[in-house]
């Protein structure tokens, strides 16, 4: 015999095996959806993988450090001695930018390459310091910029109010 709290026992089951049935089928149609957002070609279901390496030529030996209207194309450097002595030392660990938007006299770039060392694990240039603080110092030293010169023949006038 059915009894009241039986009825009501066995419709909470019922709705309780509903509600878990539509939440698998949400985590299954959400998975989806995801995993089509990843990869929606679905490339994991084609029978050849697609390649994924593109060749790139290496640049011409010619072309790699072509010098055109006296700077290296490469880097930015002007052309001088002691110019590839620069690139192969001060381009391995950072851009020639950071070279080419300084200027400093050959004190400057000194301790500049001190600095490096203490701070930044550069390794010891040895006879290469002097070539590179000569290349430094003679292309990218201060530029002698002063003040402008003041105005003069200028007719002022009074602003009125």
Same mark, same amino acid.
């Given at each position: 015999m059915e009894t009241p709290g039986n009825s009501f026992e066995q419709s909470a089951r019922a709705i309780s095996r509903m509600m878990g049935l539509i939440f698998v089928m949400f985590l299954l149609v959400g998975g989806?959806?995801?995993?089509?957002? /990843? @990869?929606?070609?679905?490339?994991?279901? &084609?029978?050849?993988?697609?390649?994924? =390496?593109?060749?790139v030529a290496p640049p011409e030996e010619d072309d790699f450090d072509k010098i055109e209207n006296g700077i290296h194309l490469r880097t930015g450097f002007v052309?001088?001695?002691?110019?590839?002595?620069?690139?192969? +030392?001060?381009?391995?660990?950072?851009s020639a930018k950071l070279v080419t938007q300084n200027r400093m006299d050959a004190d400057g770039w000194r301790k500049t390459?001190?600095?490096? &060392?203490?701070? &930044?694990? =550069?390794? @010891? =240039?040895?006879? +290469?310091? @002097? /070539? /590179?603080? @000569?290349?430094?110092?003679?292309?990218?030293?201060?530029?002698?910029?002063? #003040? #402008? &010169? +003041?105005?003069?023949?200028?007719?002022w006038y009074d602003l009125e109010e």
């Open positions: 989806f959806l995801v995993y089509l957002m /990843i @990869d929606p070609t679905l490339s994991a279901f &084609q029978s050849e993988p697609e390649p994924t =390496l593109i060749a052309e001088g001695e002691g110019l590839m002595t620069v690139v192969n +030392n001060c381009t391995n660990c950072h390459i001190k600095w490096m &060392q203490e701070t &930044q694990n =550069l390794w @010891d =240039l040895g006879k +290469n310091e @002097d /070539i /590179i603080v @000569d290349y430094l110092a003679m292309y990218y030293a201060p530029g002698k910029k002063g #003040r #402008r &010169q +003041n105005l003069t023949n200028i007719e």
